[in-house]
């Protein structure tokens, strides 16, 4: 079992020391718990794929302290400039070309670098004490389900890792958005997350794209994906009980059908009487309610037994979008690479 840490000035300065001599800390973020390893140390980002069973073609994100030290790893234009004002600290990661220091593994020998400023405070200690670009991808196992609360980290890695600072329950709760902005006249979302795609487009005053996946597995165009966003595999979030997305939200009378060794998950709380094992997101229907719970949940749920979850989508605007976008991964039948 890895140590768990509460963050006093004592627990940052020895965890600082760990990362300084290539250790790995799992690090609490607004989003999602992140391990993270000294971002300038090859020998200790090796670690981290180790520790995660992830793949090498799978780069990770380097968080920073703030803007003057995301110079120091990445070149900016005015447009990153402009998101990085306006959304930083926060879930927001960039994609800009890399600078020199960045080793290949963390940018898994692509030209360029994904990066953010993190909002947690406990992390934002950690990378002001250690002086440190923490690389760090989400603390679970290689494609299950996302972290939120220390006890997850614990559950996932404790057998791998040493070390976990406790920064409470994720208040965003899904993973930062992240925006390749390298062609400034043309912005274009890989993965919707924590800020949304709409104020992306009014901060840039112009409209941002969001990257489509191929639909389905084929030669060409999951080449063409794997080249743009590496990490993103169709099956990914995954809890071990199947899980199906609905095309559309239940109806009042789908909610009152009794539906054995099925646990149904709706938006927000239904309106009539429900058969058992209904459950909801967010009692009144808020997206960001909704992703602070989201994970947690689907853990939850993962471990009660059914045969089945089945969930309906979010309403697709703001957090809505990140919601159905792990909601889709964690329903995918195989992976595509
Ligand atoms: O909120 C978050 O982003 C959390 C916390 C810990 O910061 N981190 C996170 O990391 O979700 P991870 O590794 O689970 O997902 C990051 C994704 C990778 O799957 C990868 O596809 C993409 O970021 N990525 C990283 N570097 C990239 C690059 N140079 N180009 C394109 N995509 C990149
Ligand atoms: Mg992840």
Redesign the pocket.
Known sequence: MATIHSGSAADLDFLADILRSGGLVA?P?E?????AAHALDAEACRRIFEAKG?PAY????V?VASRVAADSVATFNAAAATLAERFWPG?L?L?LP?KACVPDI???G?P???V?V?AHPLMRALLESSGLPLA?????PFGYI?PTTAAHVQAGLGDRIGHILDGGPCT?G???T?I?VRDATDPVV??P??VAIEALAEALGRPVRVHQPAPKPGAGLVEAEAE??????ERHYSPRTPLELRAAPFTAADLRTPAPGIVRVCFSRPAAEAAPDVRFLSASGDAAEAARALFALLRDLDGAGFERIVIEPAPPTGLGLAINDRLRRAAAKSART
Do not use: Q
């Open positions: 690090v973020t989003t999602v718990y992140g391990l992830r799978d780069p990770l994100i968080h879930p990661t994609i890399k963390v940018t898994s692509r360029t670098v994904a953010r993190p760090a991808p989400s603390a679970n996302s965003i899904v993973e930062s992240i390749d890989l993965r997350g924590g743009l966003a590496p990490g993103m595999l």
